[in-house]
C-alpha cells in the first residue's frame, strides 16, 4: 500500500486520502511518498499512445490505492476536471519556427488560464470527494501571488463541503489575476487582499504556517491548503511532462530538456517526479526571474533567505521555495533529521550551508539560470515580432530566456520543451510595454473571461498584515459551515 511520511519525519506514515486531506504534515514538513516507483520502458510505450485523461489516469493510479479510492471514481474526478478547458488537446504543444527543436507547452487552457488549474480542479474535486464520503467539511486557505488563488477559487465554486480562502498581497498581483478572486459570487468563496507585504508571497506562507502549526486552531477550524505544499498538487503535475514528451520525440527513449519558470519549486518538483518514474529528461533548466532563489542555490550550494523584489513575472517572486523541500528530502536520501536541522538554520540564520555530497545531487540533471526585466521584455518582443508571430506571458518569457542561456550545456541536439505558464491575457501592461508600448494589444494577449471581469463588482477583505493573524481565524470561524 502507498504510504507518505513527512519530510520532517515527525509523524506516523499515512495514506493518500490523509496527506490530501491534511496539506500539511502535523509536524509542519511535506508529504512525500516512502517510495517512487520506476515504470518500465515497455509501459512508456504504452503510455505514449494516450490522451492526456487517460495517461493521467496511468500516472496518478501509481499513488492512490483502490483501496482509498476506487478507480472508476478516480477517472471519473479527472475526466471532470478538465472537462473546461477550451483546447481539444488539454495541453497543447506549439513548436517554435524561429528556434529550432524548440516547444511551448501551453499549459493555461483551464478555465482561469494558468497552469494552476491543471492539478488545482483535481485536487479540489478529490478533497471534495473524500469530505462527501466522511459527511465532513474544511476550511480551504491558499496563499497566492497570483495563479494559485484564482484557480483554487475557481475549483472551489459551489462546492457544499468547503470553506475556501485566498490571500494575495495586495498590489503584488496584476489587477486582472485579483478580479479573477474578488469577482466571483459564491458565499464558499472568500478573497483577502493583505497590505505591508514587504516579502510578497512569503509573508502570508510564513502567518499560514504559524496557523497550521497551531493544533488547536487547525483543529476548531478544520484547516487544509491546497497550495504546491498539496502533495495531490505536485503529483498530478507530473503528468504534463510525459504529455508533452509524447508529442516531441521521434523516438520512444530520446532525452528533452524542459525549462520551467520556477517560483515556489512545485511544478519543476513535478518534473523531477517525472523524471524518477522513469521519464527520460536530460535536463531540467531552472528558469528563476531577478529573484533567483534557487539560482543562487544550485550555483553556490547556499539555500538562502532574501528579500524578494518585485518583478514583471510576479507569480515568480519567491524567496523561500516551500517545495524545494521535498527536493532536499530526496536529495539527502530521505534524512528527516537533517531536513529539520536546515529548516531551523534556514529560519534562525537566514542560510543553509548544504553539505558537499547534496550540493552536488541537487545539480544532478539541473540547469539554471536568472533572468531580469529587462530580458523577459526583450524575449517577448523577439518572439513577437519573429515569423512565429506568438505573445508569450512574462512568466514564459523566463522560461525561454533560460533555456536559451542554457542550451550551450546540453547535447547537440536536444529538444527543449519550454513550459507557458499563463495566458498573456493575464498581464497585458507588461505585454503592452513589450509588444506595442504606442499601440494596442494584440488580439492574442486577450480573453473574454479576462474582459468581462473589468465590468463587475468586487467582494473582498483587506487586512494589514500584522493584524492577519487574528483577523483570518476570526473571520473563518464565522463563515465556519459547522459552528461548535
Not at 515504470?39 to 510505450?45: F, G, N
Not at 498538487?233 to 525549462?259: D, L, N, T
Request: net charge negative; charged share 20%.
Amino acid at each position: 500500500m502507498t504510504r507518505y511520511v513527512s519530510t520532517r519525519g515527525g509523524v506516523a506514515p499515512v495514506d493518500f486520502e490523509t496527506a490530501v486531506l491534511q496539506g500539511f504534515a502535523p509536524d509542519g514538513g511535506l508529504y512525500v511518498p516512502a517510495t517512487i516507483p520506476r515504470i518500465s520502458p515497455e509501459q512508456l510505450h504504452l503510455w505514449s499512445r494516450l490522451e492526456f485523461v487517460d495517461l493521467a489516469f496511468e500516472i496518478i493510479s501509481q499513488f492512490i490505492d483502490p483501496a482509498v479510492m476506487a478507480a472508476d471514481d478516480l477517472h471519473r474526478l479527472l475526466a471532470g476536471s478538465f472537462r473546461q478547458f477550451e483546447h481539444p488537446d488539454i495541453i497543447p504543444v506549439v513548436p517554435l519556427k524561429s528556434r529550432p527543436d524548440t516547444y511551448i507547452m501551453e499549459l493555461f487552457h483551464g478555465p482561469t488560464l494558468s497552469f494552476k488549474d491543471v492539478a488545482m480542479g483535481f485536487l479540489v474535486n478529490t478533497v471534495d470527494y473524500f469530505l462527501d464520503r466522511n459527511n465532513d467539511w474544511i476550511s480551504l486557505v491558499v496563499a497566492t501571488t497570483g495563479d494559485t488563488g484564482p484557480a483554487a477559487a475557481h475549483a472551489a465554486l459551489g462546492k457544499k463541503h468547503i470553506q475556501c480562502w485566498v490571500l494575495f498581497p495586495q498590489g503584488m498581483i496584476s489587477d486582472e489575476q485579483a478580479r479573477q478572486m474578488t469577482t466571483l459570487k459564491a458565499d464558499n468563496v472568500h478573497a483577502v487582499g493583505v497590505t505591508g507585504c514587504t516579502d510578497g508571497g512569503d509573508d502570508l506562507d510564513r502567518v499560514l504556517a504559524r496557523m497550521f502549526a497551531d493544533d488547536d486552531l487547525k483543529q476548531r477550524l478544520k484547516l487544509s491548503s491546497v497550495n504546491s505544499i498539496n502533495w495531490c498538487r505536485v503529483m498530478v503535475q507530473a503528468v504534463h511532462y510525459f504529455y508533452s514528451y509524447f508529442r516531441v520525440v521521434e523516438q520512444i527513449g530520446e532525452k528533452v530538456a524542459f525549462a520551467v519558470p520556477t517560483g515556489a519549486f512545485g511544478n519543476l518538483f513535478g518534473g523531477y517526479l517525472a523524471r524518477s518514474l522513469g521519464l527520460p529528461v536530460e535536463a531540467f533548466i531552472l528558469a528563476n526571474n531577478q529573484n533567483a532563489a534557487l539560482h543562487r542555490t544550485l550555483s553556490t550550494g547556499r539555500f538562502t533567505r532574501a528579500e524578494v523584489k518585485p518583478s514583471l513575472s510576479s507569480a515568480i517572486d519567491i524567496g523561500v521555495p516551500y517545495n524545494f523541500w521535498r527536493y532536499l528530502y530526496f536529495a539527502c536520501g530521505g534524512n528527516s533529521a537533517q531536513i529539520r536541522q536546515w529548516m531551523a538554520d534556514l529560519q534562525q540564520k537566514g542560510v543553509v550551508e548544504l553539505d558537499a555530497e547534496t550540493a552536488g545531487a541537487i545539480r544532478q540533471g539541473f540547469l539554471s539560470a536568472s533572468v531580469s526585466d529587462q530580458e523577459t521584455l526583450d524575449t517577448m518582443a523577439r518572439v513577437y515580432q519573429s515569423p512565429d508571430g506568438y505573445v508569450m506571458d512574462p512568466h514564459t518569457a523566463v522560461a525561454l530566456t533560460a533555456a536559451e542561456k542554457c542550451t550551450g550545456r546540453l547535447a547537440a541536439g536536444t529538444k527543449v520543451i519550454c513550459l507557458a505558464t499563463a495566458h498573456a491575457a493575464k498581464f497585458p501592461d507588461t505585454v503592452k510595454k513589450a509588444l506595442a508600448p504606442q499601440g494596442r494589444l494584440p488580439g492574442q494577449a486577450q480573453h473574454n473571461t479576462i474582459e468581462n471581469a473589468k465590468n463587475l463588482s468586487q467582494n473582498m477583505h483587506i487586512w494589514d498584515l500584522p493584524e492577519l493573524a487574528s483577523a483570518l481565524p476570526q473571520a473563518m470561524q464565522s463563515a465556519a459551515l459547522y459552528k461548535p
